[in-house]
Nanobody
């Protein structure tokens, strides 16, 4: 069992930066792929980024590639999402997820989720 708690969301102007954090409980954090997804009302949860258990491989949605960076610190049971050059279309609730997914970019492949943190980017 893994419990996830996100933080770091907020209001930022377009072009600005935010860093999201997700702290996991449980001793098996280092075995999980960690993902970030986002969701706006009325739309499905969308893949943003993921990092595999070793940190050796990371994956990004095309819409955030080159602007967002995912990283993990297993000593702190924490995964980060550094978001630069933010755009109004990045506005969403951002969720952290953990699992050993067969399909990394698919939300339904993850069993463990945080409560979400709101990111709002003003024009």
């Amino acid at each position: 069992q893994v419990q996830l708690v996100e933080s770091g969301g907020g209001l930022v102007q377009a072009g600005g930066s935010l860093r999201l954090s997700c702290v996991a409980s449980g001793r098996t954090f280092s075995r999980y792929t960690m993902g970030w997804f986002r969701q706006v009302p009325g739309k499905e949860r969308e893949f943003v980024a993921a990092i595999n258990w070793s940190g050796g491989s990371s994956y990004y949605a095309d819409s955030v590639k080159g602007r967002f960076t995912i990283s993990r610190d297993d000593a702190k049971n924490t995964v980060y999402l550094q978001m630069n050059s933010l755009k109004p279309e990045d506005t969403a609730v951002y969720y952290c997820a953990a699992d050993r997914p067969v399909i990394i970019r698919k939300a339904s492949a993850y069993d463990y989720w945080g409560q979400g943190t709101q990111v709002t980017v003003s024009a």
